[in-house]
């Protein structure tokens, strides 16, 4: 019990210093504190990885009804993620989180952690992570409110058209179109660790 | 009277006495002009004297009777166009002949009438804004003559009737239609306009929407056209001969319309002689005809233009992607380059070399070479079969003609990268086999690319013959150095000393070089070295070739021609008879498929197998033997054995050829964007797109997909971030 209290007030803390860290808006020192930060955060981490229990833990705790703090804490989880000094993350550490935060903020969410499980071989990068967010309140599920000149990244690019395709065969097959693909996302669910 | 005037001036009387005369001497003096008028009409004017009638005209006005004159002149002539009228309506002969002569009647007594009254025609009647005389008797003809019912329209039916049987080939009085439509011009255009040229103009539409009706049924394109071209030249003609000049932009319009512009999809599309048959056949005169009749109407060119274009595309597309075709590259390309010399041809002679047609050709060409993403590689292939066949007696001029006309394709081409790399191998090889038709002409085709591409694209190239020069050099100087003095009898080498990055990538397979071959290899590196330090020398046996001396069984001695590889094979025989595969193999360590072909060339082609092969086959495979073949014969001192090699680009090479044009290609994308965002500071993903294609075009175009990708690396590596506010900006860190 006092572990764990431990645990989920050092998660806080590191929350908060981040906040600070990014609110400094001194972009030479925000970079040198945050890789500062990130390597306590590696060091504490070594013994066993908790990452992603802390951030369950942290979420109730924070008013993330606000958009902007919400923005700052999907920002956070991208960062506390980082491993060994990397600047992306592995992709199924990303869709751990991903499944975590954006749960029920994002229609399409089993969707997408089906497809970057099966079509994603290499790290998520931050711009790949941040942008998810701004397509996540934009698009509709029909997929409407996606612009294909928007400069969205090659990953939701192709997660776009990946969804037009398998609504297409949807479309073909008719009536089984609806259990397929929701059978296909659910299975996706299974095989994560977690 | 006036003498009296000028005695008396204030004397009431003289004013008197002429008020007094004033009635009787107007009715008489009137009277005298009506009948020389009456007289004029009649033809017997000789016994008038003009002097007398002018006097009488002019005192009329004088006397303020100008009104009554005038009135009088406006009843009399009118009642002879009266008479006129009537004499031209129950004319018995040609009623044309009849209205001609009446009119050149009336416009002759007009003239002297108005002779007459000329003084009239000065002062009364600008004065009271009155029709000038003459004018006076046009308009006059024109109401009681031209617009009379009876007269006009059978006047316009004979104008017209005489025109159709001129259209129907007959030969019609030229003249009078001329004098007729002279008089109607000459009362006025709108008269002209109104009475004739409306009517001729509809009843023409309707003629030639009849005709062409019926031609197109039964004519081709060609003779369709023709007959066309021809009605119409007859029409400016027929204007020219006897109609107003203005009816000729007219009457052409209609005939292009009922002809030309209602029927040329017909035309164009018809089947066996519409345009496409035409090119096909290089009817040049046809496609100029129409290309001219065409050019009348609106977008009557742009019709033939995109017909052709599509046609090309279509013709083209079937080309390129004929499995038939991709088998012989020089051919392949020899088509397209007749293709685009016969079209041309066609554009130059029959479209007036109108710069439309030569950018729609453009395009066509610019479309269908890329289709095939082998085009860069059949083009470079097609460059190396010129540079090399030269030597078959074709001039320096002749070569560089043909390489002037595959710049135009290479021009057309999207990957101008894709063709460096496959320029290069393909230079590489002529070069170290040393089989280029003249230096002059390499130099030529490169010059021509820098002049396409720029220094960049060509820098690689022209170290390449650097190296050979300088290669040469280095050799003079081994043979010339102590280490290369006593080498009377060992084997000579020559060495080509190729620098690292400007030549294409090998992958280095060293073999084992025979041991007289070593001591010399040893002596050159060390004169090598020596000179140049801190230098690291690879041998690239895979691209040599030796000349070997060897006596076979009758004693007969032969010089060989062989690669690096058949030598160190042949060279093994000098010790044993028999070797097998494995032997040679292992003694050699030669790369298994090399091998095979080496020996393939060696045992398996008559007159060239110095080998022979146990068991005897087409095929080598690894449990075969192979002894000396001392029976072997040829009429030739000089035996020359080919390797058989594979010249176009197999599957997997072609793959790893696409990988490394592809993997070269992210840095120049890189660097473009960067080009541009260094420029801009902040900018749009678009807009980025645009920049960057249009920096690469010369060279490649970028797929935008790609560029995404590389902006996305640039994101992560910190070149460049998004816009805090706008997620679509993309801003330069520096």
Not at chain 1, 148 to 153: H, R, S
Not at chain 2, 452 to 465: A, D, I, V
Not at chain 2, 556 to 566: A, R
Request: proline letters at 3%.
């Amino acid at each position: 019990m006092e572990c764990l209290r431990s645990n989920c007030s050092d998660i806080f803390d590191v929350f908060y210093k981040y906040c600070d860290i990014i609110s400094e808006r001194n972009p030479s020192n925000m970079k040198e504190s945050l890789s500062l930060l990130l390597r306590s955060i590696d060091e504490r981490r070594r013994a066993r990885d908790t990452t992603l229990g802390d951030i369950v833990r942290l979420m109730p705790c924070l008013n993330l009804s606000d958009d902007s703090q919400f923005n700052c804490f999907y920002d956070f989880v991208f960062f506390i993620c980082r491993e060994n000094g990397q600047k992306s993350i592995a992709v199924h550490r990303a869709l751990s989180a991903w499944k975590i935060v954006l749960h029920g903020r994002f229609r399409l969410l089993d969707q997408w952690c089906d497809f970057v499980q099966k079509h994603q071989k290499h790290n998520i990068s931050e711009d790949t992570w941040q942008q998810l967010l701004a397509f996540s309140r934009c698009v509709r599920e029909d997929l409407g409110g996606y612009d294909p000149k928007g400069a969205w990244p090659v990953l939701i690019d192709d997660f776009v058209e990946h969804m037009h395709r398998t609504i297409e065969i949807a479309g073909c097959s008719e009536n089984k179109s609806m259990c397929c693909s929701i059978s296909n996302t659910f299975s996706g669910l299974n095989l994560l660790p977690g | 009277m006036s003498g009296q005037s000028k005695k008396k001036p204030f004397k009431i009387e003289a004013y008197k006495h002429r008020v007094e005369v004033d009635p009787k001497y107007a009715d008489r003096t009137w009277a005298v002009i009506e009948h020389a008028i009456n007289e004029i009409y009649n033809h017997n004017a000789s016994g008038l004297s003009f002097e007398e009638l002018y006097r009488n005209a002019y005192n009329m006005v004088l006397y303020k009777f100008g009104e009554r004159q005038y009135n009088g002149l406006v009843s009399t002539v009118t009642r002879h166009l009266r008479d006129m009228g009537k004499a031209i309506e129950s004319a018995q002969g040609s009623f044309l002949d009849e209205l001609n002569r009446k009119w050149s009647d009336h416009t002759k007594s007009m003239q002297m009438i108005r002779d007459v009254l000329m003084y009239m025609d000065r002062t009364y009647i600008p004065t009271n804004h009155k029709t000038p005389v003459y004018e006076l008797g046009l308009n006059l003809w024109r109401d009681h003559i031209i617009h009379s019912a009876k007269i006009q329209t059978r006047l316009v039916d004979m104008l017209l009737e005489q025109i159709h049987r001129e259209r129907m080939g007959e030969v019609i009085n030229r003249g009078l239609m001329r004098s007729v439509t002279k008089m109607l011009t000459e009362l006025g255009s709108s008269v002209y306009q109104e009475v004739f040229e409306k009517s001729f103009l509809d009843v023409s539409a309707s003629f030639y929407s009849g005709e062409s009706q019926q031609y197109i049924e039964v004519y081709n394109c060609s003779n369709y056209l023709r007959m066309a071209e021809k009605r119409i030249n007859e029409e400016v003609e027929r204007v020219s001969h006897y109609l107003d000049s203005k009816t000729e932009p007219k009457i052409t319009a209609v005939v292009e319309k009922e002809l030309v512009e209602t029927h040329m999809h017909r035309l164009v599309h018809m089947e066996n002689s519409g345009l496409i048959p035409m090119l096909v056949g290089n009817m040049y005169e046809d496609l100029n005809c129409m290309y001219n009749l065409f050019k009348r109407v609106p977008s009557g060119l742009n019709l033939i233009k995109d017909v052709m274009a599509s046609h090309l595309k279509e013709t083209g597309k079937q080309l390129v992607t004929d499995p038939d075709r991709l088998k012989d590259p020089v051919d392949f390309i020899q088509r397209l380059l007749d293709m685009r010399e016969k079209y041309n041809e066609i554009i130059t002679k029959s479209f007036h070399n109108d710069k439309a047609f030569q950018n729609a050709l453009n395009a066509s060409f610019e479309y269908f070479i890329n289709i095939n993403n082998r085009s860069p590689e059949f083009i470079s292939l097609f460059v190396d079969d010129a540079l090399r066949k030269g030597v078959k007696g074709a001039s320096d001029d002749d070569v560089d003609q043909v390489l002037d006309r595959v710049l135009v394709l290479f021009r057309y081409l999207q990957e101008k990268d894709v063709f460096e790399k496959y320029y290069k191998q393909h230079l590489a090889k002529r070069l170290l086999s040393a089989k280029s038709v003249s230096e002059e002409a390499e130099r030529g085709m490169i010059l021509k690319l820098k002049t396409e591409c720029g220094y960049q694209f060509t820098s690689k190239l022209e170290g390449m013959f650097n190296d050979i020069k300088t290669s040469q050099d280095t050799m003079l100087g081994f043979y010339n150095s102590p280490y290369g003095n006593d080498m009377a009898d060992m084997p000579a080498i020559t060495v080509q000393i190729l620098t690292t990055g400007s030549w294409p990538t090998q992958n280095i397979n060293t073999c084992i070089l025979p041991a007289e071959i070593v001591i010399v290899c040893e002596k050159f590196k060390a004169y090598y070295l020596g000179t140049h330090n801190g230098r690291r020398l690879t041998w690239q046996t895979n691209m040599g070739h030796a000349d070997l001396k060897a006596t076979f069984g009758k004693g007969q001695k032969h010089e060989l021609n062989v690669s690096t590889y058949q030598m160190c094979v042949l060279m093994l025989f000098n010790s044993a008879d028999r070797l097998t595969y494995r032997e040679i193999e292992q003694a050699t360590d030669i790369p298994g498929p090399d091998l095979k072909r080496c020996l393939q060339s060696l045992a398996c082609v008559r007159g060239k197998n110095v080998l022979r092969k146990e068991p005897m086959s087409r095929d080598i495979s690894e449990d075969d033997a192979f002894l000396f073949n001392d029976k072997f014969t040829s009429k030739l001192v000089k035996v020359k054995i080919g390797t058989v090699v594979a010249q176009k680009e197999t599957e997997p090479e072609k793959m790893e050829t696409r990988q490394r044009v592809e993997e070269d290609r992210k840095p120049q994308i890189e660097a473009a964007i960067v080009r541009v965002m260094k420029s801009r500071r902040v900018l749009d993903h678009n807009s980025i797109v645009t920049e960057v294609t249009n920096q690469l075009q010369a060279r490649f175009l970028p797929n935008p997909v790609v560029i995404k990708k590389r902006i996305e690396s640039l994101i992560e590596r910190e070149f460049l971030e998004r816009d805090k506010a706008d997620r679509r900006l993309y801003r330069y860190m520096a």
